[in-house]
């Protein structure tokens, strides 16, 4: 485990800002780099992609322009990237930040991101050419035989994966079917061991404490703004982009929903429900998710941004 002390003598860990959407994580991480002149590294699987701003409520232009930020705006919608390659390109920003004497501040919603970096948990192998075959073959099974028998197969091969894993993502069950087959270790045993052997660096982890329904009630806020920002428009260029179509990025919440009201079967007032409705839902699983993560993720007070921050570099003699 690398320390943050031989680069930073007032940090004695790298402060990781999680949370479910719309709980004010973005403003309690901006806060902290004001506070210490750092770098914010996103944990959002969506806001990797170019274009897609206002539906994965990236920060202004203006924040953009006052904090540097890494690991957003990355890649084209269309193109493929792991929790694999997410944990790898955040490490290498690490690593850079601390070199220049600043601080790093991770924030973002994305589970697996998060869990990859604080327990250093390896979900996957490097794309080697293996692995990209035995993807391929896997994704030969579902076209053939449909995502229940593609599902079948890793729970017979591999049942501690499948109770982690969703039978509709079907993306991590063809990744985890893929990495045992190239591999001849089993998904969850590989995650298992990288586990064990810690993660890069010294994190700690906190969430803003904030009431389910008062979340809820924010994101239903969020959204009616997100609207009246062009959301429409934005999923718009996606939908009519044929390389995005089908891939991870289309089906982000805030951008699927629009494929009824594209297609003449839904008005807007439906679609705005609609991504309400499952962004409530995405909320709850991600605060299920860093529940059961107990007490590596400390709360912090919601009510107040600096108040916030200043706890986290108060915590354990940060600062």
């Not at 009824?260 to 807007?268: N, P």
């Amino acid at each position: 485990m690398i320390d943050p002390g031989p680069y930073l003598e007032k940090y004695s860990f790298i402060p990781i800002v999680t949370g479910p959407t719309a709980s004010g994580k973005s403003a309690i991480a901006l806060e902290l780099c004001r506070m210490t002149g750092g770098e914010l590294i996103s944990a959002d699987s969506m806001q990797i992609y170019r274009g897609l701003d206002i539906g994965t409520a990236k920060d202004s232009p203006e924040e953009l322009a006052e904090i540097r930020h890494h690991m957003t705006d990355i890649i084209d919608p269309g193109e493929s990237f792991s929790v694999y390659d997410y944990a790898k390109m955040a490490g290498e920003c690490i690593t850079d930040i601390l070199s220049r004497g600043k601080l790093p501040v991770v924030c973002g919603g994305t589970g697996q991101y998060i869990s990859a970096l604080l327990y250093g948990i390896n979900y996957g192998v490097e794309d080697d050419a293996a692995v990209r075959d035995a993807e391929d073959y896997f994704y030969s099974v579902l076209e053939k035989e449909g995502r229940d028998s593609l599902y079948a197969i890793l729970t017979d091969t591999d049942p501690e994966a499948a109770e982690l894993i969703h039978p509709n993502n079907v993306r991590r069950v063809v990744r985890a079917l893929a990495v045992g087959k190239a591999t001849g270790v089993r998904f969850s045993e590989k995650n298992r061991k990288s586990k064990l052997e810690g993660p890069s660096f010294n994190f700690k982890a906190f969430m803003p404490d904030m009431d389910r329904a008062v979340i809820y009630d924010k994101i239903n806020r969020r959204v009616d703004i997100m609207m009246q920002q062009g959301l429409e428009q934005e999923a718009r260029s996606l939908y009519e982009n044929g390389k995005a179509k089908g891939t991870t990025c289309f089906q982000a919440i805030g951008y699927k929903e629009f494929e009824k009201y594209f297609s003449g079967e839904e008005d807007l007032e439906q679609t705005a429900y609609k991504i309400k409705l499952g962004s409530r839902h995405y909320a709850k699983r991600q605060l299920t998710w860093f529940r059961q993560m107990g007490e590596d993720i400390r709360p912090v007070p919601s009510d107040d941004i600096k108040k916030a921050a200043g706890y986290i570099l108060s915590s354990s003699k940060m600062s």
